[in-house]
C-alpha cells in the first residue's frame, strides 16, 4: 500500500520475511524516543571547558602536581627528626643569586654591622657552604702551587700533600660548624638566645675575606702574608663582632667579654691560617 511517498506494511505475508509483531516495534520506538530525550549538547553550556561527571578527571587536575601529598617529600617531620630530614634544610638554600653577592659585599665592610638586620628574615646556608667549600679548594690549590715552585727553584723533589685537603676540609667545615653552635649554646645560658642558623650564617660570610688573602699568599715574601693575614682577620672579627654586640648587650654586663672573646677567636683562626697555609717550607 502505498502513502505519499512511504510505503507501510499492514499485516501482509511476504515470501521470505518474517513477521514482525505492533507491540515489539512499540517497545523499540519507546526506548529510542527516552534515548533521544536524554541526549544533551556536548560539552554542558555550564562546564566551562571542564569535563563533568563523577567517573571523569578531577575538577582542579591542573594543579594536581603544584599540591604536596601525604607522604611526599615536601612534607617534614616534627621533632627531633625535622633535624635528620633534607627538607627541613631546604628553605634555607631557597636564595637568589643577588641576595649572596650582596651578604658577601656585606662582609667586606665589616663597619656596617647591618649584617644580622638584613638577614634576619631570610639567612641562608647556601653561601656559607660554597664559601668553605671555595675556601678548601683555593687553600689546596694554592698551597700546593706554591710548594712546587718552591721546590722548583730549589732543584729539590716535590711530592703531593694529600693531607692538605683533608686538613683544610677538618679546619672550616669544624670552625663554621662547631663555634657557632658553642656560641649558641652560651647565648641561651646568657638568656639572650639567638637562632642557629643565623650564626651559621654570619659565620659563614665572615669567611669570605679569607678568600683572596689566600690568593695573595702566592707572593714569596713571609712579612707581605703576615700582613695579608692580619688585615683579614681583624676584618673577619670586626665584621662578627660588631654584627652580635647590639644583640649581645642583652645578656647583661658580661656583654663584653663574650664580644671579646669572639674577636679573639676569629684572630686566631687567621693566626692558624697563616702558619699552616700561608706558610711554605721546603
Known amino acids: 500500500m502505498m502513502s505519499g511517498k512511504y510505503t507501510s506494511i499492514d499485516n501482509q505475508k511476504v515470501s521470505g520475511s518474517v513477521p514482525v509483531s505492533r507491540s515489539s516495534t512499540a517497545i523499540a520506538l519507546r526506548r529510542f524516543s527516552i534515548s533521544d530525550s536524554n541526549l544533551q549538547t556536548f ?8 569535563i563533568s561527571g563523577g567517573s571523569g578527571p578531577p575538577r582542579d587536575a591542573d594543579d594536581t602536581f603544584s599540591k604536596s ?42 663597619f656596617r654591622g647591618s649584617f644580622n638586620e638584613k638577614t634576619s628574615s631570610n639567612p641562608d646556608l647556601y653561601g656559607p657552604f660554597w664559601i668553605c667549600t671555595t675556601l678548601i679548594f683555593v687553600a689546596a690549590s694554592i698551597g700546593t702551587f706554591v710548594t712546587y715552585v ?57 669567611l669570605f675575606v679569607f678568600i683572596p688573602a689566600l690568593c695573595l699568599s702566592i707572593v714569596p715574601l713571609d712579612i707581605f702574608r ?34 671579646a672573646a ?18 711554605v717550607s721546603v
Not at 560539552?43 to 571542564?50: H, L, Q, V, Y
Not at 643565623?198 to 660570610?205: A, E, K, N, R
Request: charged share 15%; proline share 4%; hydrophobic share 50%.
Open 226 to 259: 703576615w700582613v695579608v693575614a692580619g688585615v683579614a682577620g681583624l676584618m673577619s672579627a670586626t665584621f662578627v663582632a660588631l654584627n652580635l654586640r647590639a644583640h649581645i648587650k642583652s645578656a647583661g654586663e658580661r656583654w663584653f667579654l663574650i664580644v
Open 43 to 50: 560539552p554542558p553550556s555550564d562546564a566551562k571547558g571542564k
Open 69 to 110: 601529598t601525604v607522604g611526599s617529600d615536601d612534607s617534614q617531620p616534627s621533632g627531633w627528626f625535622g633535624w635528620f630530614s633534607v627538607a627541613s634544610y631546604k628553605p634555607y638554600f631557597d636564595v637568589d643569586t643577588s641576595d649572596v653577592l650582596e651578604r658577601i659585599k656585606d662582609s667586606l665592610f665589616p
Open 150 to 206: 718552591a721546590h722548583k727553584l730549589k732543584k729539590e723533589q716535590w711530592n703531593y700533600d694529600i693531607n692538605l685537603v683533608t686538613w683544610s676540609a677538618g679546619l672550616f667545615y669544624g670552625y663554621v660548624t662547631i663555634v657557632p653552635l658553642g656560641l649558641y649554646v652560651i647565648l641561651k645560658y646568657f638568656s639572650a638566645p639567638s637562632g642557629l642558623i643565623q650564626l651559621l650564617c654570619l659565620y659563614g660570610y665572615s
Open 262 to 279: 669572639i674577636f679573639l677567636l676569629q684572630l686566631a683562626l687567621a693566626v692558624v691560617l697563616k702558619i699552616y697555609l700561608f706558610t
